[in-house]
């Protein structure tokens, strides 16, 4: 067996059911805990998203919704929902958007609790996994192990090897629009992605809130063109997608099994949910109580869902798929496109099926339009990529000199972008697998965590609206009041408040 067939092997082993029940199971029982309050507060997940600003020490709500979004709209986004619909079928498309929709429960409660346990460092706030797991787990020597694993996950895997799919995919995008050799494009990419992250996490963020609008925006217009275009086929198109999903389509309807268990996988890869990825950018927000952030940025699996969807409905209305039969050969391939016959050849899929489909609407200009938007996709994830490893590297090295953190943080700069050159060269399936096992491990333990921490994150949630149904419009957190322990930066960052609430009850 060769390499890339254990690399293979080992991913399939740690993304197996008990994963994917892990993780669809937790989500639903924080859709519980929160009384579905992920997808029935979008008003105020809206309001919150627009108010609130920065300080010194933190980033404003908007600023760190859009970074946690870098995060969320990946090539996954793109090149993921065609590996899912090439395994699971049209279906895997619907289960994808399900998953993503219940599993931003999840999103909110890691997010949240990035906001609990984070703490003031360098003159800026750090939190993540790390932090909830060492200070929140109840039998410390659990935590302090889960902690500094998942810190080494996420300081050395998530810049160094999840990067691979993004890098390949630009490569990719590129070769086939413009021809450009991967090599190239590698280099003026890693170029340009330390220029942004040698500027630490205010130069990332001020780069996310310009970016992360103007891709989204521009692909769901990509998307609306190629509708337009092909009208006449959106219904046959979801009744195959719905007809998919459950059992009942002429070619597609045996497929449930593979389309929910890859619609999930891939949802989760997408979005990021439960990974742990997102909660050191969400703990850098300034806000008077963590559920804020934790609500902000479960709204940014929106966008997450939308791309997810755009990508999924361009390739299919446009016939430029094909779907993998459990024997191991093609039971279809999409006549859209003549390359979809030599994508059926190579085994491959990516984001080649979603530029031909745009191809179909806007001759060659649209698979270059979709090669760039991909590079802004993947780009600002890889930036997103770089303060996870960054943060991760500061608790590891928490009770060390700041010097030492800055010097050991300056290396990452540097070995980021090489690592990203290098992928761009390596075969797709081979860079999804890497990064996939790494994400695996970064689940595992941070899903557990998450198990631990329910009871927390619900008393921290039911705290906030109460607050919220009693009057208040800018609910503060007091970790005293509700018997949460080892999150002091909170008593001295809501001091007044919390000093004002004291008067109160005494005079009562």
């Given at each position: 067996?060769?390499?890339?067939?254990?690399?293979?092997?080992?991913?399939?082993?740690?993304?197996?059911?008990?994963?994917?029940?892990?993780?669809?199971?937790?989500?639903?029982?924080?859709?519980?805990?929160?009384?579905?309050?992920?997808?029935?507060?979008?008003?105020?997940?809206?309001?919150?998203?627009?108010?609130?600003?920065?300080?010194?020490?933190?980033?404003?709500?908007?600023?760190?919704?859009?970074?946690?979004?870098?995060?969320?709209?990946?090539?996954?986004?793109?090149?993921?929902?065609?590996?899912?619909?090439?395994?699971?079928?049209?279906?895997?498309v619907f289960w994808m958007i399900v998953?993503?929709?219940?599993?931003?429960?999840i999103a909110y409660a890691e997010n949240?609790?990035?906001?609990?346990?984070?703490?003031?460092?360098?003159?800026?706030?750090?939190?993540?996994?790390?932090?909830?797991?060492?200070?929140?787990?109840?039998?410390?020597?659990?935590?302090?192990?889960?902690?500094?694993?998942?810190?080494?996950?996420?300081?050395?895997?998530?810049?160094?090897?999840?990067?691979?799919?993004?890098?390949?995919?630009?490569?990719?995008?590129?070769?086939?629009?413009?021809?450009?050799?991967?090599?190239?494009?590698?280099?003026?990419?890693?170029?340009?992605?330390?220029?942004?992250?040698?500027?630490?996490?205010?130069?990332?963020?001020?780069f996310s809130t310009i970016i992360v609008?103007?891709?989204?925006?521009?692909?769901?217009?990509?998307?609306?063109?190629?509708?337009?275009?092909?009208?006449?086929?959106?219904?046959?198109?979801?009744?195959?997608?719905?007809?998919?999903?459950?059992?009942?389509?002429?070619?597609?309807?045996?497929?449930?099994?593979?389309?929910?268990?890859?619609?999930?996988?891939?949802?989760?890869?997408?979005?990021?949910?439960?990974?742990?990825?997102?909660?050191?950018?969400?703990?850098?927000?300034?806000?008077?109580?963590?559920?804020?952030?934790?609500?902000?940025?479960?709204?940014?699996?929106?966008?997450?869902?939308?791309?997810?969807?755009?990508?999924?409905?361009?390739?299919?209305?446009?016939?430029?798929?094909?779907?993998?039969?459990?024997?191991?050969?093609?039971?279809?391939?999409?006549?859209?496109?003549?390359?979809?016959?030599?994508?059926?050849?190579?085994?491959?899929?990516?984001?080649?099926?979603?530029?031909?489909?745009?191809?179909?609407?806007?001759?060659?200009?649209?698979?270059?339009?979709?090669?760039?938007?991909?590079?802004?996709?993947?780009?600002?994830?890889?930036?997103?990529?770089?303060?996870?490893?960054?943060?991760?590297?500061?608790?590891?090295?928490?009770?060390?000199?700041?010097?030492?953190?800055?010097?050991?943080?300056?290396?990452?700069?540097?070995?980021?972008?090489?690592?990203?050159?290098?992928?761009?060269?390596?075969?797709?399936?081979?860079?999804?697998?890497?990064?996939?096992?790494?994400?695996?491990?970064?689940?595992?333990?941070?899903?557990?965590?998450?198990?631990?921490?329910?009871?927390?994150?619900?008393?921290?949630?039911?705290?906030?609206?109460?607050?919220?149904?009693?009057?208040?419009?800018?609910?503060?957190?007091?970790?005293?009041?509700?018997?949460?322990?080892?999150?002091?930066?909170?008593?001295?960052?809501?001091?007044?408040?919390?000093?004002?609430?004291?008067?109160?009850?005494?005079?009562?």
């Open positions: 067996m060769d390499i890339a067939s254990i690399i293979m092997t080992i991913d399939n082993l740690l993304w197996a059911t008990p994963l994917i029940a892990l993780t669809f199971g937790l989500a639903v029982a924080y859709c519980i805990v929160m009384k579905f309050g992920n997808v029935t507060k979008m008003k105020l997940q809206w309001n919150l998203l627009t108010h609130g600003s920065s300080s010194e020490e933190g980033l404003s709500a908007f600023e760190t919704f859009c970074s946690v979004a870098a995060y969320r709209v990946a090539v996954g986004n793109i090149g993921g929902v065609m590996v899912a619909i090439m395994y699971g079928g049209p279906g895997a998953t993503a929709l219940v599993t931003s429960a949240s609790l990035g906001q609990i346990y984070k703490v003031r460092m360098d003159g800026q706030y750090r939190g993540g996994p790390y932090f909830y797991m060492e200070k929140g787990i109840p039998w410390k020597p659990l935590g302090k192990f889960m902690a500094v694993c998942f810190a080494l996950f996420a300081s050395i895997g998530v810049p160094f090897l999840v990067t691979g799919p993004s890098a390949n995919n630009i490569a990719m995008a590129f070769e086939n629009s413009f021809g450009a050799p991967r090599w190239a494009v590698g280099i003026v990419i890693a170029i340009l992605l330390f220029l942004v992250i040698s500027g630490g996490v205010r130069r990332i963020a001020k609008p103007f891709m989204t925006i521009g692909y769901l217009i990509v998307t609306i063109v190629v509708l337009v275009t092909h009208a006449s086929n959106i219904g046959p198109t979801l009744s195959m997608i719905f007809g998919s999903a459950f059992n009942s389509h002429a070619i597609f309807g045996g497929m449930i099994g593979g389309a929910f268990s890859y619609g999930v996988k891939r949802a989760v890869n997408s979005s990021g949910s439960g990974f742990g990825e997102t909660p050191p950018s969400a703990a850098a927000a300034e806000t008077p109580h963590p559920a804020n952030q934790g609500l902000v940025n479960a709204f940014s699996v929106y966008i997450d869902v939308a791309v997810c969807a755009c990508s999924g409905i361009m390739a299919l209305v446009t016939n430029c798929f094909n779907v993998l039969g459990a024997d191991g050969s093609f039971m279809y391939i999409g006549t859209g496109s003549e390359l979809m016959q030599q994508q059926a050849d190579t085994m491959t899929a990516g984001v080649v099926w979603v530029q031909e489909a745009a191809n179909t609407s806007i001759p060659a200009i649209g698979g270059m339009i979709i090669a760039i938007a991909l590079t802004c996709f993947a780009y600002s994830t890889c930036i997103a990529y770089y303060y996870e490893g960054e943060s991760g590297i500061a608790y590891l090295l928490r009770n060390s000199s700041e010097k030492n953190r800055k010097i050991v943080i300056w290396g990452i700069r540097i070995i980021m972008p090489i690592f990203f050159f290098i992928w761009t060269m390596v075969t797709a399936s081979t860079a999804w697998a890497i990064s996939e096992i790494m994400f695996a491990l970064m689940s595992w333990f941070n899903l557990i965590a998450l198990l631990f921490l329910l009871p927390t994150v619900k008393k921290v949630y039911d705290d906030f609206m109460k607050q919220r149904k009693a009057g208040i419009k800018n609910p503060y957190f007091n970790p005293e009041k509700l018997g949460i322990k080892n999150c002091d930066v909170w008593m001295d960052i809501n001091k007044e408040q919390i000093a004002e609430g004291a008067a109160e009850a005494l005079e009562k």
